[in-house]
Structure formats: C-alpha cells, structure tokens
C-alpha cells in the first residue's frame, strides 16, 4: 500500500465522484460498477490512468501506483471469479463480531433490539402453534364425524 495519505478535503473531492463508494485517508472504494467499467475498457486495450480520467478520477490525486494496482487487482479477480470477483462483500462475508467498544448506551440499544427480534419470534412461534393445534383438532373431529376430507 502506498504511503501517501488523503487529506480531508482530498477525500471529500473523491467522494463527490459517483464512482467512488467510501474514501478514508489511506482507502479508496470503488463501485462495482465503475470495476465493471474498467475491466471492459481495459480489456479494449485502454490504459488504467485513461481509463480513471475519463471517469474524473484523478490519477495525480489518487496516484498512479494505486491506480494500476487496484487495475490489476480487479484483473486478477475478474480472470479468477468474473464479475463476482469485482463485488465488494466485505461487509456481507463477515461473521465475525464488531470489534470496536460499544458504548454502553450503544450495548443498551443493540440488546434491547435484540431481545424485541427474540419476543417477536416468541410470539409467531406461539401462533404457529396454535394453528397446528386448531387443524388437528379439525382433523380429528372430521374423523369423529366421518368425514374423510
């Protein structure tokens, strides 16, 4: 990774290009979209840096090093995995827990959610339940009756 940091008013020029996600003062996110963009021109033989000034993102800015590695690294992951290999799922593959500290007005509120999504399945399985008793009783009074439905 480079050494070079955005400063705030860098990131906040970066994050008004539609094809950027998120920005932070070491990380840029692309959209997937704009990944999909680059490995077709790319693929038609366009430069990455030509390829990022055509979309307004500038590569003096950004840098031309971060410019053709993440360049090669979509490459790399869209031979290995096409078009699934350019979606971020950071945020969607982790099972792991939040690591930052929780305050304790935060932990409060994540609890007491919690314990609402716990209630409320508490009570759909109370009613299924009581469904299933209701049609076996139906049932079995059908058959006291004779009716074979």
């Not at 979209?33 to 307004?56: L, S, T, V």
């Not at 031309?64 to 593959?93: F, H, M, P």
């Amino acid at each position: 990774m480079t050494e070079r940091l955005f400063t705030t008013r860098e990131q906040e020029q970066l994050q008004c290009n539609p094809n950027v996600q998120a920005v932070s003062d070491k990380n840029i996110t692309y959209t997937d979209k704009f990944k999909r963009h680059f490995i077709a021109e790319n693929e038609k033989g366009r430069m990455p840096r030509e390829i990022f000034e055509e979309a307004c993102l500038d590569a003096d800015l950004i840098g031309i090093k971060r410019v053709r590695s993440s360049g090669n690294r979509w490459c790399a992951a869209y031979r290995k995995s096409g078009v699934e290999g350019l979606q971020d799922t950071r945020k969607n593959n982790s099972d792991r827990p939040i690591e930052r500290d929780l305050t304790p007005q935060h932990t409060i509120e994540r609890l007491e959610a919690k314990n609402r999504l716990l209630q409320a399945e508490n009570e759909l399985l109370k009613k299924l339940d009581l469904l299933e008793r209701q049609k076996m009783k139906k049932k079995s009074q059908s058959k006291r009756h004779g009716n074979t439905n």
